[in-house]
């Protein structure tokens, strides 16, 4: 997925601050990132953890379960919210805006910038970096083994390699060289984007493909214009869901997403 396609994902998409937190003043990490916040529940205690983004607390955003989000304090990432907390640690994205950055950086705050993986090996590698950074190494460890389990269980070379259009939203499509593109690659499944012109992850409308459409079409909503209109204009075409969550971010989605596109691909 285009990094510019990945954070309109986000960007569609509290509980208090845990008590040994709030009574020592500060202390702990701070996540403005939902992609990051699905990794510290994992490899931290939650007292740890000061605050996540406000985007894992919405179904339309979220890579964790939503009670689990709600057991944080959700912030929206604002320069005066951050420092208010006064973390150990800011792990933020790298979109966020020069001027947020420089008020940490004026408030003496230790901040970890990270980016959008292409490639599950990326992903591992940020899932590494962010581990680290936590002070948690052996976390990081134990989710990217994880992901090496799904990658060898679910990976399939054949002859056969049909060819799919994966949705994330509407109208748009996932292109090549993202971080979906090589799990559907990984399943089995030849990304069809390449054949209507899209080399990005882009809008492709049901009309573009119905004169050579894919061996399947997966999207992230059972309902909705774009999945009506495709359904009608491409009546035999098999049609898949693949849920929001498992498209958002990487890391610890990584296994169950690669899980649910080889159950696609073994469907066909």
């Known amino acids: 997925m285009s990094r510019a396609a990945i954070l309109l994902a986000l960007l569609l998409g509290g509980c208090a601050r845990p008590p040994s937190l709030a009574a020592s003043g500060g202390g702990g990490i701070v996540s403005t990132n939902p992609c990051v916040d699905a990794v510290l529940i994992r490899i931290l205690p939650p007292a740890r953890i000061a605050a996540i983004s406000h985007y894992s607390q919405d179904p339309s955003a979220t890579s964790i379960p ?16 951050v420092i208010a907390l006064h973390p150990d640690l800011v792990i933020a994205s790298t979109y966020t805006p020069p001027a947020t950055q420089a008020a940490y950086a004026r408030a003496g705050l230790k901040t970890l910038l990270v980016g959008i993986p292409d490639s599950i090996a990326e992903s591992q590698a940020q899932v590494t970096q962010i581990a680290e950074a936590a002070g948690a190494p052996m976390g990081g460890a134990r989710i990217n083994a994880e992901i090496d389990r799904a990658v060898a269980r679910w990976s399939r070379k054949d002859s056969a390699s049909p060819s799919a259009l994966l949705y994330i939203s509407g109208d748009l499509a996932t292109g090549g060289s993202t971080l979906l593109n090589d799990m559907m690659t990984r399943v089995g499944f030849r990304n069809a984007a390449a054949t209507y012109g899209l080399t990005h992850t882009g809008t492709l409308s049901a009309e573009t493909i119905v004169t050579q459409p894919p061996a399947v079409v997966i999207a992230s909503e059972r309902a909705g214009r774009g999945t009506a209109l495709r359904h009608r204009l491409l009546p035999r075409t098999p049609q898949a869901v693949f849920s929001r969550v498992l498209i958002n971010c990487g890391g610890p989605t990584i296994p169950p997403a690669l899980e649910r596109l080889a159950a696609i691909r073994a469907g066909l």
């Open 66 to 81: 939503i009670a689990v989000a709600h057991r944080f304090r959700g912030i929206a990432g604002t320069a005066e919210e």
